[in-house]
């Protein structure tokens, strides 16, 4: 049982960091882009399309690098912050919720595609968690997407 939990643990810990350094490396950083902090969607179809859900995974990846020293608070807080700017400002939607696939320059709608409730709350998820882990303004931009997907769910 010892040696399970002790092989099951580091297993556990590559898988994670393997997870964190996908995140990272598909995300958009480009400073100048409006789709800053965008995370590709691995499809067959198209190298510059994202997924809404990606980003919220992303943004859970940010907040366990930096806890594990993989990525220094500095720069996580900076990248968690330009996200969600992108998602409050530039990603395309309507009524507080988000197309499932969008350019992952642009923030634009891609193809034809769905508004996702499911990706919305996939992202929302990482946007809430990130706040807790941050606090502060990142907190306060996470409730205003949080909020506002609610408030139109009610009227």
């Known amino acids: 049982m010892r040696l399970l939990k002790r092989y099951g643990e580091k297993l556990l810990e590559k898988e994670l960091k393997a997870s964190y350094r996908f995140f990272i490396k598909e995300a958009n950083v480009d400073l100048k882009s409006e789709g800053y ?23 859970a990846a ?9 990525i220094s608070y500095p720069e996580a807080y900076k990248r968690v912050s330009k996200t969600l700017d992108t998602f409050l400002n530039v990603v395309e939607g309507k009524n507080g919720f988000f197309y499932h696939f969008v350019n992952m320059d642009t923030g634009k709608r891609e193809w034809d595609c769905e508004i996702s409730i499911i990706d919305t709350a996939i992202f929302i998820c990482g946007a809430i968690l990130v706040g807790e882990f941050f606090q502060g303004r990142i907190k306060q931009k996470a409730e205003e997407l949080y909020r506002y997907v609610n408030l139109v769910g009610i009227r």
């Not at 902090?37 to 510059?48: F, P, R, S």
Request: aromatic share 10%.
């Open 37 to 59: 902090g965008l995370i590709k969607d691995k499809n067959m179809y198209a190298d510059e399309i994202a997924s809404i859900a990606s980003v919220g995974y992303g943004l």
């Open 62 to 70: 940010l907040a366990i690098g930096c806890n594990r020293n993989w």
